[in-house]
């Protein structure tokens, strides 16, 4: 069975046309896409890629129509002749479609990324000009935040109640908020001039300070001396840190006062002691006093009926003197304990210094030792157990006198009036106390008299006594100038009458 020819020969002659006619359809509509948007690679590529269509469409249908014709001619052996280059044609223009794709294929990760980088030169473009139009609106908003700022830290630098000092790296002090200034008694004008380690009552301190510094770049919470301008010694807490600048380096401390804390300290120590010593001292004095009293009852009777003249007499005198220093020990112990009761009542505090300087003035002048005062009269009656003041002014007036060597001196008793405290102080120009024993002062049965001269007692039981009446007393000595007792009331409700 043999099929016609003819359908085939109309097919592929007609398809050949057609094809050509497409492909140039193909290549208008690219170009009209590209004129739209020249820069789209997309479209670029599309009209390539129909350049390429037609050239292979035009190819291929040239050659089916020549082959056609030359076969329908009777000229099959030129067909066959050109058969070979119709092929080759068709073939180099199928690479040539081939190689466009792949090429676009490169362009377009080429595209894609400056498709990124115009997008973020856009966006930065957009920045600058956001940048430009309004600069002078962000600086004035960032200069009102600097402001802002600036004032927030300059008001935690002032009004901070502990010291904050900048220091360069020679040690020479920058800048110090108000509180600092007032804890070591500088002026403004000390600033930029005096040195950090000045503050440092112990030079071997500001050497550890410094080189921990140095070494670690920190310290924390060392506790440290420092010196006021009036040799004022305070307590403190310093902290600091290194702050490392392009070609400077600063060092920043944090100080704070911790005196109060340690005498607080020290009081409650002291306290605890006398609560202690107190229950003890209280139980040895009533466990001798019995028997003591009986040893001088009977040596007494005994010293009646023997006389005088024998040797027996002498002795039993000296067992009685030696009873009688004990029994004035065990009155110590029994006032230390503060076995007596308080009595106070409605009185005026001069009153009491006025009675006790009376007694001694006499006897101090005969050494030429002066007794000085100065009252302020307006500090208002208050409740007192006037017996028990008078001994606390008794014991800091002998112990005044006691340290004052040489045939004259001078002891001064003040009181004055400060807001809603009575400050009264008894100083004296004797021999001062050595500072290693300013801690020990109030101790129970601590002396630096000789032995035989003193019990230790007198200042521990003023101690207790100026507590019993809410007060409080610390001494400020200083070593060959003499020292300062210095006894602070409160004026409680009610106290306001002369």
């Not at 040489?406 to 021999?431: A, L, P, Q, W, Y």
């Not at 610390?474 to 009610?494: N, Q």
């Amino acid at each position: 069975m043999t099929l016609p020819v003819l359908p085939i020969w109309i097919v592929d002659l007609y398809g050949s046309v057609f094809m050509i006619i497409f492909s140039f359809l193909c290549i208008r509509q690219a170009k009209k896409l590209r004129a739209n948007d020249p820069n789209n690679v997309v479209w670029i590529y599309l009209l390539w890629f129909s350049y390429g269509l037609a050239g292979f469409a035009i190819s291929r249908s040239v050659g089916h129509i020549v082959k056609r014709v030359l076969i329908t001619t009777g000229h099959n052996d030129i067909w066959l002749l050109l058969r070979p280059y119709s092929g080759s044609v068709n073939t180099i223009m199928f690479v040539i479609v081939s190689s466009i794709t792949l090429f676009f294929e490169r362009v377009w990760n080429i595209y894609q990324r400056i498709i990124a980088d115009q997008k973020a030169l856009q966006e930065a473009h957009n920045q600058l000009l956001y940048l430009n139009r309004h600069l002078e609106e962000l600086v004035a908003e960032r200069t009102r935040d600097l402001a802002i700022s600036e004032k927030k830290y300059r008001r935690l630098f002032e009004m901070s109640r502990d010291m904050i000092a900048i220091v360069d790296a020679d040690g020479i002090v920058l800048n110090m908020n108000p509180a600092g200034l007032e804890l070591l008694g500088w002026k403004p004008e000390d600033v930029g001039e005096k040195s950090f380690r000045n503050c440092f009552y112990k030079p071997e301190q500001w050497q550890q300070v410094w080189g921990d510094l140095l070494k670690y770049g920190e310290v924390r919470d060392i506790e440290c001396i420092f010196i006021n301008t009036d040799s004022t010694q305070r307590n403190v807490l310093l902290s600091g840190y290194v702050e490392a600048q392009p070609g400077k380096t600063f060092y920043h401390f944090w100080v704070k006062d911790i005196s109060r804390r340690k005498d607080m300290e020290r009081k409650l120590i002291q306290a605890d002691k006398l609560a202690s010593l107190g229950q003890l001292a209280a139980g040895v004095a009533h466990e001798i006093n019995n028997p003591l009293g009986i040893i001088l009852g009977y040596t007494q009777l005994l010293l009646r009926q023997i006389p005088e003249i024998s040797e027996a007499h002498e002795d039993l005198k000296v067992i009685e003197k030696h009873a009688r220093n004990c029994k004035v020990i065990v009155e110590d112990l029994l006032k230390f304990a503060r076995s007596a009761p308080t009595r106070k009542g409605r009185a005026d505090i001069h009153s009491a210094i006025e009675e006790v300087t009376s007694v001694l003035r006499h006897q101090f002048a005969l050494d030429n030792v002066v007794i000085e005062e100065e009252f302020d009269r307006t500090i208002p009656k208050m409740d007192w157990d006037m017996n028990k003041m008078k001994q606390v002014f008794m014991n800091l007036l002998i112990n005044a006198k006691q340290s004052i060597q040489g045939n004259s001196g001078i002891i001064r008793v003040e009181t004055k009036r400060h807001s809603n405290h009575i400050v009264i102080k008894v100083s004296d120009n004797g021999c001062g106390i050595p500072s290693e024993f300013l801690p020990k002062i109030f101790d129970p049965f601590f002396t630096t008299k000789p032995t035989g001269q003193g019990t230790g007692l007198g200042l521990s039981v003023s101690y207790g006594i100026v507590a019993e009446h809410g007060g409080t007393i610390s001494v400020e000595s200083e070593e060959g100038r003499g020292s300062v007792f210095i006894m602070t009331f409160p004026i409680k409700d009610g106290s306001g009458e002369k």
